[in-house]
Structure formats: structure tokens, C-alpha cells
């Protein structure tokens, strides 16, 4: 099973906001996108969930084409992601919202259900919070919230959007036990993300996308070494 994206194009008017974008993502690996805001990486994620339809291109889950298929739809196949504004909602409780996000994909209210979505609050330390609104959590919490959604939701593929930002340290700790256990499961993990060091510690591939377009791919090492990226990204280009 693998996530293929091939040659997608979308554009907005005049603005293109990718360009010809192919690239692979194997189960069991993460798969980091970096590059200059503007890039065209949440453009990608929108076009993969089925937010945004590209003018041209595929997408395929396993060999099975996603374009043409609703978010709804691509979400129960798998694909499940989180957003830089959470989306959460704010009036309900931590534990319905987990519940919730597993009835997305079983489709019936069980004891179950609500037993895993207890496991999984309890593995992210929101056990005390399960009866709290989501609106009165820490920022750090609601993130939290938004993985346990994920988890809930039983997925093959997960989009992680710069889920990592803005968290303590603790958190942020449990956040990279917790990708590390799902690509460990074999999930596809493809996350934006604009710590480098994060990019450095979790990624098996690197992609670098610029202006819509995919300019190198290959380990963190390999790509923050290249030239075009050292001169686009981190402004410097090696002298001699």
C-alpha cells in the first residue's frame, strides 16, 4: 500500500499553486514537506482530502484513484488529517468529539467504541479532560484532541499540518512518540512541518516544494544539503 500522487496541477485564477507535483508515500515511513510559506504544501494536503480539485493529475491510495471521490468519501478509505486551525468544536466534549470521529468510519454508537476512544485519551493524557469543552482547553490539549480524532477515525494515511507547532515541550515529546507508534503500525505519514530539527528526527523522506513546484526529494540530510534548497530556503548558497 502507498500513497502516489502524480503530476498534479491546481490553480486559482492566475496563481498556480502546484505545478506538475509527483511524489510517493510508503506505509510505515514519514514523509515531511518543507518549504517557504507559499509553497503549495497545504494546497497538496487540500488536494489529497479532497478539498481542492487539481485541473489535472491522480492521486491514488493503494492503487485506488481518490480524484473524484468526495473528503467524506476518501476519509472512510483512510485518509484522515489534521488542520493549522484545528477545527474543533468548541461546545462539545473531549470524549464525544473522540466518539464522534469514530463513528465517521464504523458508522453505529457502541460500547466499543466509546471504550476505545477512553484508550486512546488516556494514552494522549486527556483523560482528566474528557468531559471538558474543547473551547476551554489549552492550545497544546486541543491539539492533542485533534490526534485523538485522527486515531479514532482508524486511518491508512495520515496529513499532519504543522501539528507539532506551538507545543511545551512535554507535549511535543508525546506528539513524536505518537507518530513514531503509528509509523511503527505501518500507517503513511506525510506532515508540513517548519522545525527542521522535528523534519531532522521523525522523516525517513523529505520533500521540498517551492512555488508549487517539487525541487528535491530524498533523506533530511540530502535535502538540506542541496544547493537550491540551501539558496531558496535557508537563504545562503555554498561559495567555491
Known amino acids: 500500500m502507498s500513497l502516489q500522487v502524480n503530476g498534479v496541477r491546481a490553480a486559482f ?12 508515500a510508503e506505509p510505515g515511513e514519514v514523509t515531511a514537506l518543507i518549504g517557504p510559506n507559499g509553497a503549495g504544501k497545504t494546497t497538496l494536503f487540500n488536494v489529497i482530502s479532497g478539498l481542492v480539485t487539481p485541473q489535472s493529475g491522480s492521486i491514488l491510495l493503494d492503487g485506488t484513484e481518490l480524484l473524484g471521490r468526495s473528503a467524506r468519501r476518501r476519509a472512510k478509505l483512510g485518509i484522515v488529517r489534521s488542520f493549522q486551525e484545528l477545527r474543533l468544536f468548541g461546545g462539545v466534549s473531549v470524549q464525544e468529539q473522540t466518539v464522534f470521529a469514530a463513528e465517521r468510519t464504523v458508522l453505529t454508537r457502541s460500547r466499543p467504541t466509546r471504550a476505545k476512544a477512553t484508550e486512546i485519551l488516556d494514552r494522549l493524557g ?56 503509528a509509523k511503527n503500525r505501518g500507517l503513511i505519514i506525510l506532515l508540513i512541518e517548519h522545525n527542521l530539527q522535528l523534519v531532522k528526527d521523525l522523516a525517513d523522506v523529505v520533500v521540498f516544494l517551492d512555488r508549487g513546484r517539487e525541487l528535491a526529494t530524498g533523506t533530511a540530510d540530502d535535502v538540506f544539503s542541496d544547493d ?8 545562503r548558497r555554498d561559495q567555491g
Open 13 to 24: 485564477g492566475g496563481l498556480v499553486a502546484l505545478d506538475d507535483v509527483s511524489l510517493t
Open 126 to 181: 486527556l483523560s482528566a479532560a474528557r468531559r471538558d469543552l474543547a473551547a476551554n482547553l489549552s492550545y497544546g490539549q486541543q491539539k492533542a484532541v485533534s490526534i485523538a480524532r485522527m486515531l479514532a477515525m482508524n486511518g491508512r494515511a495520515w496529513l499532519l499540518d504543522e501539528q507539532a507547532a506551538g507545543l511545551a515541550p512535554r507535549e511535543y515529546d508525546l506528539f513524536c512518540e505518537v507518530v513514531t507508534e
Open 228 to 235: 537550491v534548497v540551501r539558496a531558496l530556503y535557508f537563504g
